[in-house]
């Protein structure tokens, strides 16, 4: 009697233990509001919810990256718009000084603003993006790394009354590295342009774009100035509003790409999240319900376990 009531006593407690760890599990999905809280709840679904988490760790950092992208053509396609605009005064004063090839006091006055548009070329052209890094200077593109110069382009322009005839070259201290980021798998875009080359050097006869803007407030000081000397500059000029109006549009190519990239990054990050919710969803209301039938199983268990304790030879005597 005592063998069978003793058997019967620890069925009823692990009865109980099982309803009272069913209703804890319960209890926690409720208050998380999510179906899957470990592993062994379904191994299965675990499993792909881990996958899913991770695909959603790499897309999101992919739209960090893609957002950082987006701002830096942003950054770069504002200053070569400017350096558009100044070549495009640059172009209206020169032209202004070849009409006035023989009325000097003109041509001088044309120098003046020459040399303002040389110093908002020389400005943008060693612009420094949000973060404080220089645009246009490669890998070297902080302070620190150009030491001892304190920019990329490096020019002294020459002041009147008694320049010399011949501007100096200006020296780069950045290097020919255009930056990149990873915007998708193995997609790198290409985020700045190595100015220097394509548009600072791309001047006639050896001159750089802001030697050559120098030269011309010299030129158009000079009294003995021809007008083919200003031609010869404004056939330079244009070679290198050329060699801009190419990377401008190659960095609108970058940005269309960059957007569609963005947009499918975005679709398929989307249903990654959709997917890991279904997943993770709890149906709260059969939650409650088997909360509830628990509740009700373990009443009844500890009830009878409660009886069968009272159980002893001595209520048989």
């Known amino acids: 009697m005592r063998i069978s009531t003793y058997v019967y006593m620890n069925a009823s407690l692990a009865g109980i233990q099982q309803q009272q760890s069913g209703i804890a599990r319960l209890s926690s999905q409720l208050a998380a509001d999510k179906r899957i809280l470990q592993p062994k709840d379904d191994p299965l679904a675990a499993g792909r919810a881990m996958d899913l ?9 992919y739209a960090v990256n893609q957002q950082q992208a987006q701002l830096a053509l942003a950054e770069e396609q504002t200053v070569l718009g400017g350096l558009a605009d100044t070549l495009d ?18 041509r001088q006055r044309y120098a003046t603003e020459m040399a303002g548009l040389y110093l908002q070329v020389k400005d943008l052209a060693n612009a420094q993006d949000s973060s404080g890094r220089y645009l246009f200077a490669g ?27 011949s501007s100096p070259a200006t020296t780069y201290a950045g290097d020919a590295n255009s930056r990149s980021v990873n915007i998708n798998g193995d997609t790198r875009l290409r985020v700045s342009d190595d100015l220097n080359a394509t548009v600072m050097r ?26 083919a000397t200003l031609n010869t500059h404004l056939s330079a000029i244009q070679t290198v509003v050329g060699n801009l109006e190419l990377i401008e549009a190659d960095i609108a190519a970058r940005q269309i790409q960059l957007e569609e990239v963005s947009k499918t990054n975005q679709s398929l990050l989307n249903l990654d999240k959709d997917a ?12 409650i319900v088997q909360l509830r039938q628990r509740e009700t199983a373990l009443q009844a268990a500890e009830q009878a376990f409660a009886r069968t304790a009272e159980l002893s030879l001595f209520s048989f005597l």
């Open 139 to 165: 890998y070297r593109n902080t302070a620190a790394s150009l030491a001892p110069n304190s920019q990329p382009f490096n020019h002294t322009q020459t002041v009147p009354p008694s320049p010399p005839a």
């Open 89 to 106: 005064q640059v172009k209206s004063v020169l032209l202004g000084g070849i009409s006035a090839a023989n009325d000097l006091p003109l």
């Open 53 to 61: 988490s991770a695909s959603i760790a790499r897309r999101t950092q």
């Open 276 to 287: 890991l919710g279904k997943i993770q969803e709890l149906d709260q209301a059969a939650a």
């Open 202 to 227: 791309s001047g006639t006869a050896g001159a750089d774009l802001l030697q050559l803007l120098d030269q011309l407030t010299i030129d158009l000081n000079d009294p003995n100035l021809t007008q």
